[in-house]
């Protein structure tokens, strides 16, 4: 299903993804790194997609691009301003790749050429989809580096690749993805790797291209606190599936979905008391090459049931209509914190062995966290 944020109904709709699966052959059966990804994009919104490695975030916006490899089965929709991408020929997708969809991608050395020098890059970038002197595509480039944040475009737009830093190199890639204002943009973990500061200026880069272009975005990452300050929906997928989709409010602040609930639980606050432990999901993702049946993320879950091992739950609406959540007991974590549900155990820790307590089995009771001693505290 497909939930929209209110306030934009009235926003033009630019990309719709409906029932999205993609399933790549092996020789020891099929991988299904997709099933059912379904969302709606409006110009001007942001959307955020989080979830652990392999969970199909990345594959998902490929199959967007039209980047997947040709073994790869895709299958539902993809439409971009009312046209269905999927089954389109190279040379129609060439035209709207770039032009109309842009994506920057996690390493900035994949999207540039080291033997080339950025200006030339940049330059090939305009050129491909505009009839312009080269000239005035020298100029664009250079206004383009300006916008970005380049320090000294005049002498940077003649240096190559291994002249930059790493957020240099990806603020470059970022021009690029802006060089013909796109009605998209995709970015792909875009300040993976980079330190705090250098992400900050790499998340401002990105602002800034939305701005300039007008553009709406897809933010793919697996830092919440990057979707938090960018995004203004947050889809969350776990085993290649959508779990739960809302507004930043609704998942940051009343999330519905135990493995939601978890990433937010092992995200490190500034405001938090520094007496407080993080929550770690234990556990590991499920292999997508042979699914157990019923809800992927039960053997990780702490409200687990009988019916959970049967039935994978289906992404349905909370009490909120803009709000779906896949989980049969959604309900049960209104108002709850990540402590209360996903349980420290003091093996997890370094705290004595009175302090915590193991989830009880498939009771489907939420658990809570003792006090701890006044005494240990005080230690």
């Given at each position: 299903?497909?939930?929209?944020?209110?306030?934009?109904g009235?926003?033009?709709e630019?990309?719709?993804?409906r029932?999205?699966t993609?399933?790549f052959?092996t020789g020891?059966?099929?991988?299904?790194?997709?099933?059912?990804?379904?969302y709606?994009?409006r110009r001007g919104?942001v959307?955020g997609?989080v979830?652990?490695s392999g969970?199909?975030?990345?594959?998902?916006?490929?199959a967007?691009?039209?980047?997947?490899?040709k073994?790869a089965?895709?299958?539902?929709?993809?439409?971009?301003?009312?046209?269905e991408?999927?089954g389109l020929?190279?040379r129609?997708l060439?035209?709207?790749?770039g032009k109309?969809i842009?994506?920057?991608?996690?390493?900035?050395?994949?999207?540039?050429?080291p033997?080339?020098?950025i200006?030339?890059q940049l330059?090939?970038?305009?050129?491909a989809?505009n009839?312009?002197?080269?000239?005035?595509a020298?100029?664009?480039?250079l206004?383009?580096l300006e916008?970005?944040?380049?320090?000294?475009?005049e002498?940077?737009i003649?240096q190559f690749?291994h002249?930059?830093s790493?957020g240099?190199?990806q603020?470059?890639?970022i021009?690029i993805?802006?060089?013909?204002n796109p009605?998209?943009?995709i970015?792909?973990?875009?300040t993976?790797?980079?330190?705090?500061?250098?992400?900050?200026q790499v998340?401002?880069s990105?602002?800034?291209?939305?701005?300039e272009?007008?553009?709406?975005m897809?933010?793919?990452?697996?830092d919440?606190g990057v979707?938090?300050?960018?995004?203004?929906r947050v889809?969350?997928?776990?085993a290649g599936?959508?779990?739960?989709?809302?507004?930043v409010?609704?998942?940051?602040y009343?999330?519905r979905?135990?493995?939601t609930l978890?990433l937010?639980?092992?995200?490190p606050?500034l405001?938090?008391?520094?007496a407080?432990?993080?929550t770690?999901?234990?556990?590991?993702?499920?292999s997508l090459?042979?699914?157990?049946?019923?809800?992927?993320f039960?053997?990780?879950c702490?409200?687990?049931?009988?019916?959970c091992a049967?039935?994978?739950?289906?992404?349905?609406p909370t009490?909120d209509?803009?709000?779906?959540?896949?989980?049969?007991?959604?309900?049960?974590?209104?108002g709850?914190?990540?402590?209360?549900?996903?349980?420290?155990?003091?093996a997890?820790?370094?705290?004595?062995e009175s302090?915590?307590?193991e989830?009880?089995g498939?009771t489907?009771?939420?658990?809570?966290v003792p006090?701890?001693p006044k005494a240990e505290?005080?230690?």
């Amino acid at each position: 299903m497909s939930v929209e944020k209110p306030g934009l109904g009235a926003g033009e709709e630019l990309l719709a993804v409906r029932d999205l699966t993609v399933t790549f052959p092996t020789g020891d059966g099929d991988v299904h790194a997709v099933r059912g990804v379904d969302y709606t994009l409006r110009r001007g919104e942001v959307l955020g997609i989080v979830g652990e490695s392999g969970s199909g975030k990345s594959v998902s916006s490929l199959a967007v691009m039209g980047l997947l490899p040709k073994t790869a089965r895709i299958e539902g929709s993809i439409t971009f301003q009312g046209e269905e991408l999927l089954g389109l020929s190279e040379r129609k997708l060439m035209k709207v790749r770039g032009k109309k969809i842009a994506m920057i991608f996690q390493d900035p050395m994949t999207s540039l050429n080291p033997v080339y020098k950025i200006g030339f890059q940049l330059e090939e970038a305009i050129l491909a989809h505009n009839d312009l002197p080269k000239q005035q595509a020298r100029k664009r480039t250079l206004e383009l580096l300006e916008t970005v944040g380049i320090p000294f475009p005049e002498k940077r737009i003649d240096q190559f690749p291994h002249e930059f830093s790493g957020g240099m190199r990806q603020r470059v890639v970022i021009a690029i993805a802006m060089a013909n204002n796109p009605d998209v943009i995709i970015a792909d973990e875009p300040t993976t790797a980079l330190d705090v500061t250098v992400q900050a200026q790499v998340l401002e880069s990105l602002r800034v291209a939305q701005r300039e272009t007008g553009a709406a975005m897809v933010l793919i990452t697996h830092d919440l606190g990057v979707v938090a300050g960018q995004a203004d929906r947050v889809l969350v997928m776990y085993a290649g599936k959508p779990v739960e989709i809302g507004t930043v409010d609704d998942i940051y602040y009343n999330p519905r979905m135990p493995y939601t609930l978890g990433l937010l639980g092992s995200l490190p606050r500034l405001d938090a008391n520094r007496a407080e432990r993080l929550t770690p999901i234990q556990g590991a993702p499920p292999s997508l090459l042979s699914l157990p049946p019923g809800c992927p993320f039960m053997p990780r879950c702490p409200l687990a049931r009988e019916m959970c091992a049967e039935q994978e739950p289906e992404l349905l609406p909370t009490d909120d209509p803009d709000h779906a959540a896949a989980c049969h007991y959604s309900a049960l974590l209104a108002g709850k914190k990540a402590e209360e549900v996903f349980v420290v155990s003091a093996a997890d820790t370094d705290l004595p062995e009175s302090y915590g307590a193991e989830v009880a089995g498939v009771t489907g009771e939420i658990a809570t966290v003792p006090e701890q001693p006044k005494a240990e505290q005080a230690e």
